[in-house]
């Protein structure tokens, strides 16, 4: 559940430097490494809307018109790109768990959404009533994923300029991450690597019901969930049905991306945070490195996209500087930023478990959902 009273706030740092401190700035090279088959979906169309001849050429030429098929982006040589994006969903989704940051839900297809009660900001984000009018008034603090991830008015009209504060851009930017090699593909090479996924159930995580109870949505690794026929659609009525996605170039597991995430302006706390989420093991008591992973990409309903991040370099420099610091001086600060997260979790009595254990990935199967009558394997 989400406890907005718990959330972790903070003044907003600005871009002009006026904030002061010693502010932290640098990047991280990282390793993604998938765990489960992973489809960073790219490029998304119904059947209708592809070549027909080589879908029959593939085999799938029943399929229904309204079929949705999904591929990733590839480079001339082969090699995949997961989009920058998708990476900073993934880390803003984390990072927000781990502050306890409040839930918030934009535009859909151009309609309002109505909020719910567990997805508005906390009161602390609003403007006082009798500046409400006003564009020039700065937010006083902010929650996690606003303070480090930016945000942006959600309107149509939403202006920019010196002394407006309706959206600030945020400090923490991944880059696309491209894959090591060209990957293992799941699939056929005869049927162009097309693996049709299994129809997936009801009702859908985002009905009221779940988001009311549950609060954010994660979904359970299935470490299990490494060949086709742990993904594939078995009969030919589920092949060709539309409730299900025609996936293309699924990468197998062991399949190993490098990417780069640049932050600015960072206060230790800060950068304790984004380390923790990209290594959860580091606030647990004793955990290793493999015990926890993240999900991205498609099809993680069904056991995908469990992937596992390996920071390879940080590369960190103080905002007074020009130089990056030497690595022994490195290590002392990112030492300092998860003491200074740990003592920011604990004045705000945010408990780390459940976070931990929604990204626990031990090798038991198939996993449930906490239940009254039944418990996740630990």
Sequence with gaps: ????????????VWHDGSSGGDLLSGEILCTLKALTPLLPGNARYKVDEADQTKLRQWRFGNLDKEKQISEPLLLEDGRVVIAGSA???MIRHSLSALLSAPMERVNEHGKKVV????????????VPREKQNDRDVA??????ARLLFGYVRNDEDTPIGKGVFERMAGRIVPNH????????????????????LKVLGQPKPTAKHYLNRNGRKYYRHQPSVKTDNDIAAQGEKA????????????CAPETQFKYTIRFARLQDWELGALLAVLQPHQLAKNGNPIDYAHK???????????????????????????????????????TQALVALKDKLATNKIATQDWLTMHAYTDHGLLDYPRLKAKVPQ
């Design 177 to 196: 991450a491209v894959s090591v090699g060209v990957p293992r593909f799941m699939g056929k090479k005869e049927k162009s690597y097309c693996v049709p």
């Design 1 to 12: 559940m989400i406890n907005i009273d718990q959330a972790v706030t903070e003044s907003p």
């Design 115 to 126: 909020l719910q009660n567990c997805l508005t900001p906390k009161d602390c984000e609003k």
């Design 296 to 334: 991205l990409g498609l099809g993680r309903p069904l056991g995908m996209g469990s992937v596992y991040i390996i920071t390879d370099q940080i590369r960190l420099r103080q905002e007074k500087d020009t130089r990056f610091l030497e690595n022994n001086d490195v290590e002392k600060h990112k």
């Design 87 to 89: 990476l900073k969903g």
């Design 239 to 250: 092949i060709n049905s539309n409730q299900s996605t025609l996936a293309r170039f699924i």
């Design 139 to 144: 937010p006083e603090c902010l929650t996690g």
